[in-house]
Nanobody, 123 residues
């Protein structure tokens, strides 16, 4: 069964770093474009970052560009989100997702979703 398992969330002070991981079953990873979204309480799900299946193209939301880095390790079926210079506004549940074709920023493009991992940034 196709599955995404995301992990690595936690609590950190402003200015700190966290690294999120998302491990996928091979069937949905080897040729799928991947992405990360986040959702804070009372807010809509927000695009964070996207990466093409080969890792050659990356995309970032305006609020995280320059601070977050998405990467992919195909041999281990894992996609990472390195988050640096974290701010309290980054507090949210982060979800990895797979399957975008044309527009990585659109949630409707994705076929598979992880369960989410909580990131809390204190000031």
């Amino acid at each position: 069964q196709a599955q995404l398992v995301d992990s690595g969330g936690g609590s950190v002070q402003a200015g700190g770093s966290l690294r999120l991981s998302c491990t996928a079953s091979g069937r949905i990873f080897s040729s799928e474009n991947m992405g990360w979204f986040r959702q804070a309480p009372g807010k809509e799900r927000e695009f964070v970052a996207g990466i093409s299946w080969f890792g050659s193209r990356t995309y970032y939301g305006d609020s995280v560009r320059g601070r977050f880095t998405i990467s992919k390790d195909n041999p281990t079926n894992t996609v990472f989100l390195q988050m640096d210079s974290l701010e309290p506004e980054d507090t949210a549940v982060y979800h990895c997702a797979a399957g975008w074709k044309i527009v990585p920023q659109m949630t409707d493009e994705y076929k598979y979703w992880g369960q989410g991992t909580q990131v809390t940034v204190s000031s």
